[in-house]
């Protein structure tokens, strides 16, 4: 069997992973659960798509290397395009430490910063790895 294919299947796992569990918990992905706050952007979808294609693309190509330097880059891609597509005033634990005005003020207009740096992480991650 091509050592590809379980690998290409993980990539596919965590991306699909990525996307549902990050989109239901942000209220992306709408259920009967949770209402989001802040209103849904083409850019949140864009961030929560690219961020998780990344992330299924980070495990296959992590799964072909003996060494596996960047990791941390990688994690903190991962929780940064949570961050990036998450309401700051859903988030309890946020709020009780600082102030939703506080947060629609500071924190919620550079999700999109938050969102480049995910990206920016991951193919950073990808691309050194591809040319080692």
């Known amino acids: 069997m ?8 993980k990539g596919c796992l965590v991306a699909a992973g990525f996307f549902l569990g990050t989109g239901v918990v942000t209220g992306l992905v709408p259920t009967p659960l949770f209402d989001r706050m802040v209103s849904r952007s083409l850019l949140d979808y864009a961030f929560l798509s690219l961020t998780s294609v990344l992330a299924g693309v980070y495990v296959v190509q992590r799964s072909s290397l003996a060494e ?36 629609a003020t500071y924190v919620d207009p550079i999700r999109p910063v938050v969102g480049l740096v995910a990206v920016a992480l991951f193919v950073g991650v990808i691309a050194s790895r591809r040319s080692s």
């Open 2 to 9: 091509d050592r590809s294919r379980p690998a290409l299947a």
């Open 68 to 103: 596996c330097s960047g990791d941390r880059c990688a994690y903190g891609g991962g929780v940064a395009g949570f961050f990036a597509v998450a309401c700051p005033h859903c988030n309890a634990i946020l709020v009780s430490l600082f102030s939703a005005t506080w947060l």
